[in-house]
């Protein structure tokens, strides 16, 4: 039996979400953290605009 492959989209959202939740985790101070929860916001906005595009397609 094969392991369940992730459509590339998911694993560009999963490997995505990796980085910026090692970026919350690796924050120094309070701003930074706050600088890294705006980044995450914009990021899964871009991420519903882009599957939408996908859809459509």
Same mark, same amino acid.
Not at 18 to 34: G, W
């Given at each position: 039996? /094969?392991? /369940?492959?992730?459509?590339?989209?998911?694993?560009? /959202? !999963?490997?995505?979400?990796?980085?910026?939740?090692?970026?919350?985790?690796?924050?120094?101070?309070?701003?930074? =953290?706050?600088?890294? /929860?705006?980044?995450?916001?914009?990021?899964? !906005?871009?991420?519903?605009?882009?599957?939408?595009? =996908?859809?459509?397609?």
């Amino acid at each position: 039996a /094969r392991g /369940r492959h992730l459509p590339e989209s998911e694993a560009i /959202r !999963s490997f995505s979400t990796s980085l910026i939740l090692c970026e919350i985790i690796n924050a120094k101070d309070r701003q930074s =953290v706050l600088d890294t /929860r705006n980044l995450l916001s914009e990021s899964l !906005s871009l991420w519903e605009h882009w599957d939408i595009g =996908v859809i459509a397609a």
